[in-house]
């Protein structure tokens, strides 16, 4: 049965995995600041709890959205693009019908 994914040359997958990695990097040591200003504003122990949940539900949204199967690359590229954690001249060297789904995709809400 025929399915209708998105083929990926080799050179695609290679730009591809720089580009989150690269997007990965950007959105992780922003976390990481992010996580530090609000450290250091606690002051009580719902503080902790708040930063806890806060904490669990970033964790929860950066490792699903990183999940980089070949069927699935085309729309964390897009939604990255979209969140501007990557740019679409980062994704230059795509193939231009990959580049072009993946910037459509982008400006969907």
Excluded at 16 to 43: D, F, G, H, P
Excluded at 48 to 67: F, H, P
Aim: hydrophobic fraction near 35%; glycine fraction near 2%; aromatic fraction near 8%.
């Amino acid at each position: 049965m025929k399915t209708n994914t998105q083929q990926w040359s080799e050179t695609d997958q290679k730009i591809a995995q720089e580009a989150l990695r690269k997007a990965y990097t950007r959105e992780t040591e922003a976390l990481v600041a992010e996580i530090n200003q609000k450290a250091s504003q606690i002051t009580q122990i719902s503080d902790i709890w708040a930063l806890n949940d806060y904490l669990n539900s970033q964790r929860y949204n950066i490792d699903g959205k990183y999940d980089c199967r070949e069927s699935t690359s085309i729309f964390v590229l897009a939604q990255l693009v979209k969140e501007k954690w990557l740019t679409l001249d980062e994704l230059t060297g795509l193939t231009p019908s990959t580049r072009a789904k993946v910037g459509a995709l982008a400006k969907m809400s």
